[in-house]
């Protein structure tokens, strides 16, 4: 079961102007321990001016959150978000999927995913969270370089993703790409993998069961296997 977080338009009594939801604080203020300290606060808004369904979810590999408009079976903005995340990567990613959000409420759904509307909407977004000691200092200047164009994942920017991976829980089944030497074998999203040579960014890797080649990003976080 994923450990679920709902809050309706009327949420918070203290925060949302309504004394007779003060029973309702409680799930909302739920989220701080997720985020960076006191960046809550900066967040809490959205939870007050939308109805929003947010779902925090174990581990997953192929993404790090998710948002889904409202629709007739669900009158409600459903956002997820990886409860593994380091307060940092989750911090961002909740902007990135409140992004989307925004996005939708302004310009409706006929825009790209991550075209010129969202990427405006998140460079707005996390302005909020600029200058004020949220980050890290290696962590808010790779953000900072990324805003000038963001990418769908932070994955797509080495920078940013290995300033955020320091914060990861240390796990010493994995290893970046980049670190393994020429020959290793390696287990990537349930595939077994061998590394071929290391180029500027990317690795050039094997697939066992198949032969076929693949260029792997540096950055990616694998497990390697004896």
Known sequence: MPYILWWKLQHSA???GNSSMAKQERPLEGLAPFLPPHSFEALEH?????KIYLTLTKHRNSLH?????????????????NATLNPYSFLITLVHELAHLLTTVQH?????SHG?????EFRQALLPFLGKDFFPSEVEVALQAYLKNPAASTCGDPHLYMALARYDAPDPKKKH???LAPGALFELQGKRFQKLEQLRSRSRCKELDNGKIYFVQGVAIVTELP
Do not use: T
Not at 66 to 77: E, G, I, L, N, Q
Not at 108 to 112: F, Q, R, T
């Open 108 to 112: 409706g759904l006929n825009v790209p």
């Open 46 to 50: 959205y939870f007050c001016d939308f």
């Open 177 to 179: 790409v980049w670190e």
């Open 116 to 120: 010129p509307e969202w990427k405006a």
């Open 65 to 81: 959150g998710d948002y889904r408009a409202p629709d007739d079976r669900h009158p409600y903005h459903r956002i997820s978000v």
């Open 14 to 16: 203290a925060r949302c």
